[in-house]
């Protein structure tokens, strides 16, 4: 018991002087002006669509949705990929603001201030959960409305492709063998790749350097210089150097629809590291339910778009669209998983 109580503070320790180290401020931009929206009927969570909203006068401008990291990650991609998806239903532009800075803290922050109208949002992921639980920062998810959540998105642990590691036990062996020379690449700090690999480390028993990165496409790109031993992040972000043979995946944290031959973490002998990777978006606390009922009405004609659907299927992604309560409730229980994992 006092061995695990220790080892998770150590996990503390090291996750928050990442953090500490990498904590960068970051710059916003102006919040469209707000635009008053009529009233209409307000519809139920779930995984159904909300009811019809179309006598809303929303939207009339230009929506930015915020996210926290550069331009090529994971999330930035879903957005982007989303929006094209989404424009012809929105009659509007989809303006991605990419607000990387402070392990989250500059985006959410901005986010959460904005005047809720719906005119600015917030793409998010686990990072939403995982961040203010280790660094401490006051903006969390619960400062906003749930809007939509789209899939998870599975995290996997890979190398060069001629790298010596051909397993995650070839990887730990060598962890263990070389305390603290083994190198792994991660996103920013405070996302879910960053306590995967630091569980991994505790549960497994051995030592390895995180190496934090803004965005998923910078760590591979330090993982295909040889600047490091390996990554975890998100298969969308190295998903054309896997497939041109320059990456290859060693392991991942879920199985992946498109790709049961790759070991997961349970099938290396690590059931006990278990967590998804969602994806959403989130509306400002105070946001007129009506609009939000209106943003996931044309979401999810967005989510059922064919080219949508084949994006979350060549990345193996799991479709799972949520709204409302539903939505709330998978974010709370991620929050209830990874405290208990950190405390």
């Given at each position: 018991?006092?061995?695990?109580?220790?080892?998770?503070?150590?996990?503390?320790?090291?996750?928050?002087?990442?953090?500490v180290m990498t904590l960068v401020v970051g710059c916003g931009s102006n919040t469209p002006a707000p635009t008053t929206a009529a009233p209409t009927t307000q519809a139920g969570g779930?995984?159904?669509?909300?009811?019809?909203?179309?006598?809303?006068?929303?939207?009339?401008?230009?929506?930015?949705?915020?996210?926290?990291?550069?331009?090529?990650s994971g999330g930035d991609i879903f957005l982007r990929t989303m929006g094209k998806a989404l424009e012809p239903a929105l009659g509007v532009s989809w303006v991605v603001n990419n607000m990387p800075g402070a392990s989250g803290a500059t985006a959410f922050e901005y986010a959460a201030s904005a005047e809720p109208d719906g005119y600015t949002l917030l793409g998010v992921s686990s990072t939403i959960i995982t961040a203010p639980l280790i660094s401490g920062m006051t903006t969390t998810y619960k400062d906003f409305e749930p809007v939509c959540m789209m899939f998870?998105?599975?995290?996997?642990?890979?190398?060069?492709?001629?790298?010596?590691?051909?397993?995650?036990?070839?990887?730990?062996?060598?962890?263990?063998a070389n305390p603290?020379?083994?190198?792994?690449?991660?996103?920013?700090?405070?996302?879910?790749?960053?306590?995967?690999?630091?569980?991994?480390?505790?549960?497994?028993?051995f030592e390895m350097a995180l190496v934090p990165f803004e965005g998923g496409g910078d760590a591979a790109v330090s993982v295909l210089g040889g600047h490091v031993d390996g990554?975890?992040?998100?298969?969308?972000?190295?998903?054309?150097?896997?497939?041109?043979?320059?990456?290859?995946?060693?392991?991942?944290?879920?199985?992946?629809?498109?790709?049961?031959?790759?070991?997961?973490?349970?099938?290396?002998?690590?059931?006990?590291?278990?967590i998804e990777k969602f994806r959403g978006v989130l509306a400002p606390k105070g946001t007129p339910q009506e609009v939000i009922d209106k943003l996931a009405e044309m979401m999810k004609t967005a989510f059922d778009d064919p080219d949508f659907q084949q994006y979350i299927k060549a990345n193996n992604m799991i479709p799972n669209y949520k709204v409302g309560a539903e939505f709330t409730a998978i974010m709370d229980a991620q929050h209830e998983q990874v405290k208990s994992t950190l405390e």
């Open positions: 018991m006092e061995e695990r109580i220790m080892s998770k503070k150590i996990l503390m320790v090291v996750l928050s002087l990442v953090m779930g995984e159904t669509t909300p009811e019809a909203t179309t006598s809303l006068a929303y939207p009339e401008d230009n929506i930015e949705v915020v996210y926290h990291s550069k331009a090529g998870t998105d599975p995290m996997v642990v890979f190398v060069q492709e001629e790298s010596p590691f051909q397993t995650l036990a070839d990887l730990i062996e060598f962890g263990k603290g020379t083994l190198k792994i690449a991660g996103g920013t700090p405070g996302e879910l790749g960053f306590v995967v690999g630091a569980e991994l480390m505790r549960v497994a028993g990554g975890i992040g998100e298969y969308a972000e190295i998903a054309s150097s896997v497939e041109a043979g320059k990456l290859r995946i060693i392991a991942s944290l879920n199985a992946m629809p498109e790709a049961p031959e790759i070991p997961t973490f349970a099938s290396e002998g690590y059931p006990e590291i278990q």
